[in-house]
């Protein structure tokens, strides 16, 4: 079974300093990888995602993230924060394999907030 | 725009009366979920359908039901709410093709008061 660990629950940053969100999973076959915001009483959106190709991934609102298959890890960036990136950012895994493999499974999220 | 509707967005239930949480889109995907999010938790899988194909996790409980009447609509049943399911009820759709799925797209969620 796959499982995702996000390994901070709370990051504060100040407004324009960079952050790095972080994310490790593991799994016995190859995943596709997903990160997701959440705003306050609002569903997830999806910010980016790597399926194959370069293991750098840009994404929307300026994050990007990078594959990193032998670290077994997908930290998410970016380099100027500003206070409107105060959200919950998840993780996320699904397996590429045959069968079942529907399931998105998620990381217990990161809380991101951006002080003025 | 194609989207994940849910509705309501906000529902009040008595405790014990049960309550329906409807899910529509317009994407015309083969899978539906639905989770169960908790406060500062992650989303938790209830069930998901393939198409008319339902598929329940192990440990959801038997209060909780789901209808898939067509591509279109999902409903989630909670047939007697207790204090400890109020949560947020988030639905998604994804396509699955050739056994695999590149992502889910979710509705803006219901919040699910119990009283």
């Known amino acids: 079974a796959q499982s995702v660990t996000q390994l901070d629950s709370q990051v504060p940053v100040f407004e324009e300093a960079p952050v790095e969100l972080r994310c490790n999973y593991s799994?016995?076959?190859?995943?596709?990888l997903f990160w997701y915001v959440q705003y306050p009483n609002q569903g997830l959106q999806l910010l980016l995602k790597?399926?194959?190709?370069?293991?750098l991934v840009k994404g929307i609102n300026g994050f990007e993230a990078e594959f990193n298959k032998s670290q077994t890890s997908f930290h998410l960036r970016k380099p100027s924060v500003h206070i409107s990136d105060t959200a919950e950012y998840f993780c996320a895994v699904t397996l590429i394999s045959s069968g079942s493999a529907r399931q998105l499974t998620f990381g217990s999220g990161t809380q991101l907030t951006v002080l003025p | 725009d194609a989207m994940v509707i849910q509705n309501p967005r906000y529902q009040v239930t008595q405790f014990g009366k049960p309550v329906t949480l409807s899910c529509s889109q317009t994407?015309?995907?083969?899978?539906m979920y639905w989770y169960q999010q908790k406060s500062s938790q992650a989303p938790k899988l209830l069930f998901h359908y393939y198409d008319k194909d339902f598929n329940n996790e192990a440990d959801t409980p038997d209060n909780f039901q789901s209808r898939r009447p067509n591509t279109s609509f999902c409903f989630l049943d909670i047939r007697s709410p207790g204090l400890g399911d109020a949560a947020m009820y988030l639905c998604?759709?994804?396509?699955?093709?050739?056994?695999?799925?590149?992502?889910?797209?979710f509705g803006q969620g219901t919040r699910l008061t119990v009283v």
């Open positions: 790597y399926l194959s190709g370069s293991t």
């Open positions: 998604a759709t994804s396509r699955e093709i050739g056994g695999k799925i590149r992502g889910a797209f």
């Open positions: 994407l015309n995907h083969n899978v």
């Open positions: 799994s016995s076959v190859s995943v596709y």
